[in-house]
């Protein structure tokens, strides 16, 4: 039942923005986003090397956690209800209704919440147990998709990237260029180019959530060094948190590229892109690969104060 064989087709599109043209740096965006209108961006990949497990095991189906905003539940959800496999989520705090929550429970995902001090317990020892006695036939996935599974699931999208280098008229690319939440699809590529290009990572979090350790522990235990990227402090003071500056440049950047961006994730990590840019952080003649790694659906929150800040004076 879980044995799904399924690979939507990725473009890579050049985007057209002032300040990179005045820079002499090109873009290539890898459109994640639009793999499917509901399992988009990189929690499909991650998601992949679980279900096939699953089948492995004689599962029937999954169960994770996130919050109430989650775009790896909503990616769950979403394939639950294509593929045909139930799902259940662990949520974060009391229960609330948000766009997202709506659809985790128009998909058929069944939704336990943890409340604070539950959610926190979820790395401690024996977390899984309970729940592996009440749903048996369920196959548990961490946070995010996360940890090695999961960056092994994205290594296949530096394949997936090499046909549209020829349609861009790129020989090659100078890097990658994502945001890093769990650091899981940075890993991914990291694994996958084995240093013959450097990835960068704009951390949607702030340090202490720990994504540097995690992206360490995934190659150690890939048997890898921990080399070929670098981490970049692109959070804004905290997860999802949305200023003035920040709401601007997304809506500038729609205007002008045509692509659209998340508060969370992709709008961060252009941001902190055109930060290195002007810094001279990024040598002229770069050519660099940007990953979409989809979350729209978690814009639909904050697109009310997104449009609010981002037109104030």
């Not at 290539?28 to 089948?55: C, F, T």
């Not at 997202?100 to 979820?122: E, I, N």
């Not at 959070?235 to 997304?250: E, P, Q, T, W």
Request: charged fraction near 20%.
């Amino acid at each position: 039942m879980l044995e799904i064989r399924w690979s939507p087709p990725v473009s890579l599109q050049p985007l057209a923005l002032g300040w990179l043209a005045a820079a002499g740096v090109e873009v290539g965006v890898l459109r994640l986003d639009l793999i499917d209108p509901l399992i988009s961006g990189n929690k499909w990949y991650k998601l992949a090397p679980h279900l096939a497990a699953a089948a492995r095991q004689g599962a029937e189906g999954l169960i994770s956690l996130g919050g109430p905003h989650s775009n790896h539940l909503h990616a769950l959800a979403a394939a639950g209800r294509r593929f045909a496999f139930p799902t259940a989520g662990l949520l974060r705090g009391e229960p609330c209704e948000t766009p997202t929550v709506r659809d985790l429970q128009a998909f058929g995902m069944r939704l336990h919440w943890l409340g604070y001090g539950g959610y926190r317990a979820r790395h401690r020892e024996g977390f899984w147990d309970d729940w592996r006695e009440r749903y048996p036939r369920l196959h548990p996935v961490p946070e995010g998709g996360g940890g090695l599974p999961g960056a092994l699931g994205c290594t296949v999208l530096r394949d997936m990237l090499l046909p549209g280098l020829e349609a861009l008229g790129w020989p090659d690319y100078h890097g990658w260029w994502l945001a890093a939440g769990t650091g899981t699809t940075l890993a991914g590529l990291v694994l996958a180019e084995a240093g013959a290009h450097p990835v960068h990572g704009a951390l949607a979090v702030p340090a202490s959530h720990g994504v540097a350790p995690q992206v360490r522990a995934i190659l150690a235990e890939a048997g890898m060094a921990d080399v070929g990227y670098r981490l970049l402090d692109a959070s804004r003071g905290g997860f999802a948190r949305l200023d003035a500056g920040l709401a601007r440049f997304i809506l500038d950047s729609e205007r002008e590229g045509g692509i659209p961006l998340d508060p969370v994730y992709t709008g961060k990590a252009l941001l902190a892109l055109r930060e290195q840019v002007e810094c001279g952080g990024i040598p002229r003649g770069s050519r660099l690969v940007f990953v979409h790694t989809g979350g729209l659906q978690g814009r639909r929150a904050l697109a009310e104060r997104l449009q609010r800040l981002g037109t104030r004076g």
